[in-house]
């Protein structure tokens, strides 16, 4: 996985360390060079920083699968560079956020700006929407719809709404 990202990604699972609905909050990192990254370098290297294995995973898997979701699934570009040994694979310095039901809410490019604010923003919005069950609503296509509640701006804006909240209350 590329050093820049993981870093931020390690700051970004230091930052979620205590927040409450960290429970439905993963971090996934894939690997572009499965060659090299295999299951025992990536270990090593979640090792290397700090990641707690049961909320960021490193994943690796075939070349073409691994490509393919690049591509595919997360529409981000990979290719190869054989002239720079440094970088011999290209890959797209973005990190992306996706929802429960599978869907690209986020992009953010952190290579640009590593400010991990906008992340944040994004991903107390999706973690404010739910997915109710059928027997909530009349059918699966009902749940299907209802996806987000309506929450007040200081909620989605900072991490302790509810200690600010309480300490106005006080």
């Known amino acids: 996985t590329c050093p820049i990202q993981?870093?931020?990604?390690?700051?970004?699972?230091?930052?979620?360390?205590?927040?409450p609905s960290r429970e439905s909050i993963r971090l996934v990192s894939f690997s572009v060079d499965p060659t090299f990254d295999t299951p025992e370098v990536l270990n090593k290297y979640a090792a290397d920083l700090n990641a707690d294995g049961d909320f960021w995973h490193f994943l690796t898997g075939s070349r073409e699968e691994i490509w393919e979701l690049s591509r595919n699934?997360?529409?981000l570009p990979v290719a190869d560079v054989a002239a720079n040994s440094a970088m011999p694979i290209v890959h797209d310095?973005?990190?992306v956020l996706v929802d429960r039901q599978g869907r690209l809410r986020k992009y953010m490019d952190v290579v640009s700006n590593d400010s991990l604010e906008p992340m944040?923003?994004?991903l107390n919005m999706?973690?404010?929407?739910?997915?109710?069950?059928?027997e909530q609503w009349n059918s699966d296509e009902d749940a299907a719809t209802v996806t987000h509640l309506a929450q007040p701006p200081e909620i989605l804006n900072t991490m302790n709404w509810l200690a600010v909240r309480s300490e106005q209350q006080q």
């Open 93 to 95: 310095p973005g990190v």
């Open 6 to 19: 993981s870093r931020w990604m390690a700051r970004l699972q230091e930052r979620l360390r205590e927040e």
């Open 126 to 134: 999706v973690l404010g929407e739910f997915q109710p069950s059928p």
């Open 73 to 75: 699934s997360f529409h």
């Open 120 to 122: 944040l923003q994004a």
